[in-house]
C-alpha cells in the first residue's frame, strides 16, 4: 500500500453524536463536581482540550484539572458505551460508499480524531464503519491534533510497512484537521458537512475543497486511484 487516507469522524464522517456530549457533562459532575451542558459544539478540538476548556472556565485550578484527566477520560468512556445503545448516529452521505472504494483500490485508511478510542470505536461500530480502520491517532493520546496525526503515520510506517515516499491525504470538516495534515505533509481534503463554508476551508489551507464525500470517483481521482 503505497497511499494512506486519514479521515476525522465527527461531521466528516457522522452526524448524530448526543450521547458524546452527555459522557462529557456525566464525567464533569463525578470527576470535577461541576454542572456543565456540553451544548457548544468544539469543532476540530481534540476531547482533553474541550475537558480543559469547559471544566476551566467554571474555575477549577488547571492543576487539578491535569491531575484528574486520566480518571475523567475514563468515566467518560464507560458512560458513552452505556449511552449509546439508544444513541442515532448518522452516516453522511457517500461516506460508506467511499470507504468501499478505496478498501477495493487497496488504499490504507487510518482515524485522526479527537474522540477518545474507546468512544471512536463504539462511536463507528455502532453504524458498522470500524472495521474500515486500520490504525489511527485518538484524543485520549494527546491533546495536540497535530500529535495525533504524527502518531497515526507513526503506526502506519511500523504495523503495515507504509514507504517514507508513500502519498497521505487527510479528509476534515474544520481548519484543525487541515492544519493536522500538513503539519504531517499530508494533502488535505476539506469538506463542508459542518460550520465551514468551501471558502474557508480553502483560506486554511486545504488542497481540495468538497461540498461532502458524494463524489467517490472524484475523490479517488484526487487521491490517484483509477
Known amino acids: 500500500m503505497t497511499k494512506l487516507v486519514l479521515f476525522d469522524i465527527d461531521h466528516t464522517l457522522v452526524v448524530g453524536t448526543k450521547a458524546h456530549g452527555q459522557a462529557f457533562s456525566y464525567a464533569y459532575k463525578v470527576i470535577y463536581g461541576v454542572e456543565a451542558n456540553q451544548?457548544?459544539?468544539f469543532h476540530g478540538w481534540t476531547d482533553i482540550q474541550i475537558i480543559k476548556e469547559v471544566v476551566g472556565q467554571r474555575g477549577i485550578p488547571n492543576e487539578e484539572i491535569e491531575k484528574k484527566i486520566p480518571r475523567c477520560l475514563e468515566v467518560m468512556a464507560n458512560e458513552y458505551k452505556k449511552l449509546i445503545a439508544n444513541e442515532e448516529i448518522i452516516v453522511l452521505p457517500g461516506v460508506r460508499e467511499l470507504l468501499v472504494a478505496l478498501t477495493e483500490g487497496q488504499v490504507l485508511?487510518?482515524?485522526?480524531?479527537?474522540?477518545?478510542?474507546?468512544?471512536?470505536?463504539?462511536?463507528?461500530?455502532?453504524?458498522n464503519?470500524?472495521?474500515?480502520?486500520?490504525?489511527?491517532?485518538?484524543?485520549?493520546?494527546?491533546?495536540?491534533r497535530n500529535k495525533l496525526a504524527k502518531l497515526a503515520i507513526e503506526r502506519a510506517r511500523k504495523d503495515y510497512k507504509f514507504p517514507i515516499t508513500g502519498e497521505v491525504f487527510l479528509v476534515g470538516d474544520a481548519p484543525p484537521d487541515i492544519e493536522a495534515g500538513k503539519s504531517i505533509g499530508a494533502k488535505t481534503i476539506g469538506v463542508a458537512t459542518s460550520a465551514y463554508s468551501l471558502e474557508q476551508l480553502k483560506a486554511s489551507g486545504a488542497d481540495y475543497v468538497l461540498d461532502n464525500l458524494t463524489d467517490a470517483n472524484g475523490i479517488l481521482k484526487i487521491i490517484g486511484i483509477t
Open 39 to 41: 451544548d457548544k459544539v
Open 109 to 127: 485508511i487510518g482515524l485522526v480524531t479527537g474522540n477518545l478510542k474507546d468512544i471512536a470505536q463504539a462511536k463507528l461500530s455502532k453504524v
Open 129 to 144: 464503519l470500524w472495521h474500515f480502520f486500520s490504525l489511527g491517532g485518538f484524543g485520549s493520546e494527546n491533546e495536540e
